[in-house]
């Protein structure tokens, strides 16, 4: 099979057939180009990671110490609820990786830092500039659209001195029914990550999409013939 006609099959395997294409070259074997940028729904932050190898191996190896997140949720699984907790930070670095089952938006110190609503596609976040000397806020806004919910969190913040602090989701976040409301109760621990129904969703994210998810292409040109 030829380039060109591989390029071709790939093309349509990944977008359709829905083209919205800009031709050059009229004449018989010129090559005919394609410019767009498609866009593929999952999780959304407003400081993405830093994402070379010797970043995310590092990262890696620190997202996989430290205390294990929980799974967490209010009272209902198909209620609606604002999943609080504080911390204090005094960080050189920060990142934090949290996914929720089904519809997730963070925020941090009040100001909105990622959305979600594809648990297989976590929110991964550089949250250093977010944070402030002295007591913090993470608060996730949550709902659920059916099956089973819940949401998991883990943050690692670089100390000063080389070594690692976290604040993970567990039996000490509260549930309130809004960010604004002075109510709030335990959380209920649905599950440590790594268990069922949804694995290790934040190492699977590292090692790639799963399968049938295609990596959103900042700018695709492919060739076709």
Do not use: H
């Not at 990944?14 to 729904?41: M, N, R, V």
């Not at 996730?140 to 602090?165: I, R």
């Not at 290790?200 to 695709?220: E, H, N, Q």
């Amino acid at each position: 099979m030829s380039f060109d006609a591989l390029a071709r099959r790939i093309w349509i395997a990944a977008f359709g057939l829905t083209w919205l294409s800009s031709w050059s070259g009229s004449a018989k074997g010129d090559e005919k180009f394609f410019t767009q940028q498609p866009e593929i729904a999952g999780a959304e932050a407003l400081e993405p990671a830093a994402n070379s190898a010797a970043n995310s191996a590092a990262d890696a190896k620190r997202f996989a110490a430290g205390p294990t997140s929980v799974w967490i949720w209010g009272a209902e699984s198909n209620g609606k609820y604002a999943l609080r907790t504080t911390f204090d930070a005094t960080a050189k670095a920060a990142r934090l990786k949290a996914s929720c089952d089904n519809v997730l938006t963070l925020y941090l110190n009040g100001k909105r830092i990622a959305s979600s609503n594809d648990w297989q596609q976590p929110a991964d976040i550089d949250v250093q500039k977010f944070l402030k000397p002295g007591k913090n806020e993470l608060a996730a806004e949550v709902e659920n659209q059916g099956g089973p919910a819940g949401f998991v969190l883990k943050l690692a913040m670089t100390l000063a001195d080389g070594k690692t602090q976290y604040v993970v989701s567990d039996a000490s976040w509260q549930a309130a029914p809004s960010r604004g409301s002075d109510q709030s109760a335990p959380v209920r621990q649905i599950a440590k990550l790594g268990d069922s129904p949804w694995g290790d969703v934040f190492s699977a994210a590292a090692a790639g999409p799963p399968a049938g998810i295609f990596l959103t292409l900042s700018d695709c040109r492919c060739v076709v013939s």
